[in-house]
């Protein structure tokens, strides 16, 4: 149900003006009425959605302003299979602050509709909007990654350097995260690393370690292993660090709590990739068992947790990662 709203959404923002020589004339007819609605209505929503442009770079939802880092998000959402955007902390927070986010790009006024049907047809949007409309024809729960997909195979990084697909893309995620319809999660550079001086003892018992050496060798326990075999790897071993509640963690009798820690060490010149990489596959771990508590606790995913039983997951899996 939650995909066919999403997929709503998609076909409202993208359809709601109907419809060269210019290949965007559509696109710029369509952002001029954008700007003349909300100028009637005193609202700068050129200057919001810079604010939210701001915003977005801040908390590394996008690298930069530039068309590349606009493409490279919407490949990221489109190969995310739980349509998950990542931010830095404080990304929704961030966004609450602001009073207005329009929804999309809408246009209702026939004042600034293509004359020509040849000129409508030719536009990218045009294209796009088709694609949506066959491929909901043919899946009926369709995903909102395949959307995406289909329409990054027609848009080209040049495509987005026209502001239109650039505020389209800014205000579609930003309304759908604040009306919660798009869920974020830390990136894997903004992993809530343990600071030097709140480190815990390390010891073998409860400790899982992780060395990525200068040649982007990693190894395990000791052990050399894939990248892609470390979430079960880690998941498996802080399961078995399970202990039973203690008082001072505020849990309720009978809850077990994950004590178990992994421990990161990286070589001078270890590659950066690599490091994402490895950190992208503990936090999935990390996830994956917190889910599994959520479900068994609460019968809900972690992700549909509201703040209090958040918190109370948070508190039995803990996120204990020490770099070195």
Known sequence: MKNLWIVGLFLCFLSSCSTAQDPYVVEQKMLDCFYHTHTKHDIKVKQIIQQIEGIFVRYQVLKNSSAKSYQALLQQLSKSEDFILKAAPGFNKALDSLKYI???IRCRDSAFAPKDSLEAISSKFYQINRSFSETID???DVHPSLLLTNSLNILTSKDFEHPFYKTLTLSLIASMVKHKTLSTSNTVDNLPILPPHSKPNLN????????INKKGDVLAQREPVKVNQLTAMVAKFLLQTQSEYKAKAGLAKGHQVIEGIISMRTQKG????TYVLV?????????????RYARKIFSKKYQNLNKSQTDLIRKIVPLNISEQ
Request: glycine content about 4%; charged content about 15%.
């Open 279 to 291: 950190l992208d596959q503990v936090h999935a771990a990390y996830n994956q068992i917190r889910d």
């Open 270 to 273: 270890t590659p950066y990739k």
């Open 138 to 140: 043919t899946i009926q």
């Open 204 to 211: 073998e018992h409860n400790v899982f370690s992780i060395l």
């Open 102 to 104: 329009p929804n999309g």
